[in-house]
């Protein structure tokens, strides 16, 4: 029972397609996040989620947008995928950020 | 701008030697968080420390929040090729969604 899932876990995409991350989790936190990790910038936070249909932005949230309509599920879109969006991205949820976060296993997307 | 520096940035040593990595900053943070990734995976929470001059064990592990709660170290015993990884430390800058700021990580390689 890992608490935190995303989906896919892997996906090859052309450059611009449409595509959508999926991110549920199973411990009622309020707080969700989207980051990227790329080798040399280390973890940048796309978007964030304070609660339903409650979202902000973070650092690298050009070309990206969210949604969250439930309390479980963050969807990350990206609209039109481009190759420098190329990255592994990943899911985290909170209580709080004082406490910390459970990240979730990740989704490597490459877009060709 | 990086919130927090960390260093060393690679650090490569044998099974059985002690190692100590800082996580540094001009800033104040009401709790400091490390996490350790393996490959494949999402950063893993280890230790949130909250006291300023506060030290936590984790097994080999001591973790320690500097007197002025801007900096913090990882002190590792004996270290194991099980470390190795990449760590990351996390400043919360006050409570709530978006005050969580990651360092640049130290990656670790024990050989054996």
């Known amino acids: ?112 | 701008t990086q919130l927090l520096e960390q260093s060393p940035q690679f650090l490569s040593i044998q099974e059985g030697e002690n190692l100590t990595v800082y996580c540094n900053s001009s800033s104040v943070f009401s709790s400091l968080q490390w996490y350790r990734q393996e490959p494949g995976e999402g950063p893993v929470l280890l230790v949130t420390v909250v006291t300023g001059g506060e030290v936590k064990k984790l097994k080999r592990l001591t973790f320690q929040f500097g007197d002025a709660r801007k900096d913090s170290s990882l002190h590792i015993t004996a270290a194991q090729p099980g470390d190795t990884g990449l760590y990351l430390c996390a400043g919360a800058r006050q409570t709530g969604a978006n005050n969580l700021f990651f360092g640049t990580g130290t990656r670790l390689t024990v050989i054996p």
């Open chain 1, 1 to 112: 029972d890992a608490g935190i899932t995303q989906s896919p876990r892997h996906k090859v995409t052309e450059t611009g397609t449409p595509v959508t991350l999926r991110c549920h989790q199973t411990e009622n936190h309020r707080y969700m996040y989207w980051y990227r990790q790329d080798p040399g910038h280390g973890l940048r936070l796309i978007h964030y989620s304070y609660g339903v249909k409650d979202t902000d932005k973070g650092e690298v949230s050009d070309g990206y947008s969210v949604s969250r309509s439930k309390t479980e599920d963050f969807l990350l879109t990206l609209e039109s995928a481009t190759s420098s969006q190329t990255s592994v991205y990943f899911c985290a949820i909170s209580p709080d950020s004082y406490y910390g976060y459970t990240f979730g296993s990740g989704t490597r997307l490459t877009v060709v």
